[in-house]
């Protein structure tokens, strides 16, 4: 690839449950076949209805408990600990694998521009989400639902991928040799994570943000690897199970 390109996707309206994302898109931005369609999962999660209110949360006593460690409303908790399949850290902050693997700080769950009282949920399966709203394009484009996600050892969040489809999630280099020929073999290159963080930059945050980016020139595999390092696998996580 010889340049890469970044496109905003502008006018989208205010995403309501079971609107056509794909038919959103292409409505108001010329697709081309190859194009990385990456989008915000705050419009993917609206548009699958996954809202909840705060009233309906029920706190359990270990929410209860972790709430008034946390200083947090425990019905708050009660819905982090519902979207997850395991808690990591309860103290300074809540860090929870969640149902579908993705690792994050109060499941992802996003409490802005949703109404009081009211709570955002990631999707239920973002992986599903991306080949839902693929299969729904005309042009044939891979897609990437898109987080913002804090980095162990580093200040602010960035970009990530939660879901994907019509392209590899890693790219692996293993095998291939070095500018002194040596050979190269421990390394994958997190392609979507890469993308994820390149659109971040252009979607921005609040209020103001753009919730789509197409990103134009990039030749990559179609399929491959996984990003949810294996548990059996993952040392950090083997070392905070063991605090």
Known sequence: MDSVSCHLVRGLPSVREGDDLAAMIEERFPLLEGDVVCIASTIVSKSEGRFRELEEC???ARAEEIA???DKDPRFVQAVLDESEEVLIDWP???VATNFGHIGVNAGI???NVGQGRILLLPENPQTSADQIRRGLQKDCAVIVTDTCGRPFRCGV???AIGWSGIAALRDWRGER???GRELEITLEAI???IAGMANLLMGEAGGGTPVVVVRGLELPGSGGRIFRPKELDVIR???QKR
Do not use: I
């Open 178 to 180: 070095d500018l002194a």
């Open 158 to 160: 960035a970009g990530v």
């Open 93 to 95: 902050f809540l860090l």
């Open 238 to 240: 083997d070392r905070l």
């Open 110 to 112: 996003d409490r802005s």
């Open 192 to 194: 979507v994570d890469e």
């Open 58 to 60: 029920s706190p359990s």
């Open 68 to 70: 008034e460690r946390l």
